[in-house]
Structures are given as structure tokens and as C-alpha cells.
């Protein structure tokens, strides 16, 4: 046992001890690096915020989607194979919202008062996307102009997906996935730029 320990203790005391070097530049050569590094804590940092600011929005996302899988057997809708894509989709919106909400979030630390503007973006963003009407509905002259909005393809895509309704129109997806890759580079370019000075502002 004592001989055990022993050994244990000069491996220990062998091993080299983590050191942390703080070097010029190492926040912009290593960023991505140290995000996959640290990839657990903000796993859990993302959850925490998920179970405590956003419980109530994965809450009516669960009972929408229960009444959606109920309805389907009432009516004895059986989805297409299209439902297999449905995940293409959700990854889809994912990146189409995560692009704005860091460009918002910069935004929100620098000018406090900008948060008061964000429920009426949100609203006429729900009004300009085809959340409660197709947008097969828009004139096809303007139809690939109304395209731009990154989100028209994603719910066009939902659409397809769930209901089978018509093939997707493809010149509007290609453009709304080329608006949400421009607002994904945008978004995390200005959040990079901004939170240098969030500490400060904070």
C-alpha cells in the first residue's frame, strides 16, 4: 500500500504543471481553438441559458409540435419522405437566426436602450414571412425579391417537409441561403469587432 502511494506521489510530482501563458495576440490566433477547447463549459453555459431564459419557448415548441403529431392522426396524415429532411431544416433556421442574434447581442450590450426595439423586429418579421399564408401567394415577379428575408425559404422548406405542399422554389431558397450565409459572416465579424469593449461597457 505504502510503496503504492509512493510511486503515485512521484508520478505526480514528475508530471509537468499546467501553465497559462498570456501572450499578444492569443485571443485572435487561438478564438476558434479555444472555443472547441472549452467546447463542455459552454455546452453546459448553453443549457443553463436554455432551462432558464428560454424554458417557456421549448415548452410551446413541445405542445405545438404534440399538437401537430396529434392532428396528423386525426386526420391520418402520413408525412412523405420529405419529413426525413426535416432536420436540414431546423439547422437551417438555427444558422438564419444565429447570424442577427449575435449582430443583436453586440448591439444590445454597446446601446442599452436597443433592447426596447427588438419585440417590434420580431413582430414585423412575423408579419413580412410567410408564417400564416404561403408564399406561392407573392406575385412571381417579386417573388424572388421577397426571397431575401433568409427565413422564407426555412418555413417554405417546413412546409414541404410536414405538408408536401409544392416543390420549393428553388431560385428563393438559393437566395435565402446566400442572405442567411451573409448574415451568419456579418453577425459573428460584428461580435468579434464589438466585445473587445464589452467588459468596459458592462
Request: proline share 4%; net charge positive.
Amino acid at each position: 500500500m505504502s510503496s503504492t502511494l509512493s510511486k503515485s506521489s512521484l508520478a505526480a510530482d514528475a508530471a509537468p504543471g499546467y501553465e497559462l501563458i498570456l501572450e499578444a495576440g492569443r485571443a485572435e490566433k487561438h478564438y476558434w481553438a479555444d472555443l472547441w477547447r472549452y467546447r463542455e463549459l459552454f455546452q453546459v453555459l448553453a443549457w443553463r441559458d436554455v432551462s432558464v431564459r428560454y424554458k417557456q419557448t421549448v415548452i410551446d415548441f413541445l405542445i405545438s409540435f404534440s399538437l401537430l403529431v396529434l392532428m396528423m392522426i386525426w386526420y391520418a396524415w402520413l408525412p412523405g419522405w420529405q419529413i426525413l429532411l426535416l432536420p436540414v431544416f431546423v439547422a437551417l433556421a438555427f444558422l438564419a437566426s444565429l447570424g442577427p442574434a449575435l449582430w443583436i447581442t453586440a448591439l444590445n450590450v454597446k446601446y442599452r436602450d436597443f433592447r426596447y426595439i427588438i419585440p417590434f423586429i420580431v413582430q414585423f418579421g412575423l408579419y413580412i414571412s410567410p408564417v400564416g399564408f404561403s408564399s406561392s401567394v407573392i406575385p412571381e415577379k417579386w417573388r424572388l425579391l421577397y426571397s431575401i428575408n433568409p427565413v422564407v425559404g426555412v418555413i417554405d422548406g417546413f412546409r414541404w417537409c410536414i405538408l408536401g405542399e409544392s416543390s420549393i422554389y428553388w431560385p428563393g431558397f438559393l437566395a435565402s441561403l446566400l442572405v442567411t450565409t451573409w448574415f451568419l459572416w456579418f453577425g459573428i465579424r460584428q461580435f468579434r469587432r464589438m466585445e473587445k469593449s464589452f467588459a468596459d461597457l458592462i
